[in-house]
């Protein structure tokens, strides 16, 4: 079964730390994977996308690498803010124009 | 930027009754999706849509459930006879090949 697993479920850092989330898949042969932000309540936002080719992306203070061969990702944030505070999720892809499979995501909150 | 637009962002129906979910994808846009989120669970797939006929659906989109894209700008989700179980957030997503998805903002549907 294709699953997603992300871990931490939940991370609280101080306002300026550098951290990392971390997003794992059962299958690893991917065509992409998708990093987004999700604010309580709210929608989804695209933060980075990563095809299977590609080693990494970046965006700003963040960071996506991917290693497929050990069915990883993690998001990196650099020099957190307050603003940060939010679900990260990591899915999955796994043809072009297929479902997007979803990991539970990692509520962060970044303290002033 | 361009968005996907979700109508309405919140719904309160009876149980038995019929609701019927709008989205506007983005327009050059060809992959269109339906997702929904239950409180406090995983985003899930319900069903994707290519070249106007249904591409993949997952066992959650029985026959209560339906998808249309009326006109060359809407897309609707349909559920027949609305269960309390079927309380979350709705989300409409598309997709354009190379790009990764865009999400819309949610529709949250409670059945009472």
């Known amino acids: 079964k294709q699953e997603v697993t992300q871990i931490p479920a939940a991370l609280s850092v101080p306002e300026g730390e550098n951290l990392v989330l971390n997003c794992s898949f059962t299958d690893s042969a991917i065509y992409n994977l998708q990093w987004f932000r999700q604010d309580p309540g709210k929608g989804l936002t695209s933060l980075l996308l990563?095809?299977?080719?590609?080693r990494e992306q970046t965006s700003g203070r963040l960071n996506a690498s991917l290693d497929k061969s050990s069915g990883r990702s993690t998001l990196y944030i650099a020099a957190s803010q307050p603003g940060d505070s939010a679900t990260y999720l990591c899915a999955v892809i796994y043809n072009q124009g297929g479902k997007l499979i979803f990991g539970q995501g990692t509520e962060l909150s970044v303290k002033p | 930027e361009p968005e996907v637009t979700q109508t309405p962002s919140h719904q309160v129906t009876q149980m038995g009754q019929e609701v019927i979910l709008r989205c506007v994808p983005i327009?050059?846009?060809?992959?269109f999706y339906w997702y929904r989120q239950i409180l406090g669970q995983k985003v899930e797939f319900l069903v994707s849509f290519y070249n106007n006929e249904i591409s993949e659906k997952s066992e959650i989109f029985d026959d209560q459930f339906s998808v249309e894209r009326p006109d060359g700008s809407n897309f609707t989700l349909k559920i027949r006879s609305t269960k309390l179980e079927d309380s979350a957030m709705y989300f409409c997503?598309?997709?354009?090949?190379?790009?990764?998805?865009?999400f819309g903002s949610g529709t949250r549907l409670t059945v009472v």
């Open positions: 990563i095809q299977s080719s590609q």
């Open positions: 327009s050059n846009h060809l992959y």
């Open positions: 997503a598309s997709m354009k090949q190379g790009y990764g998805y865009t």
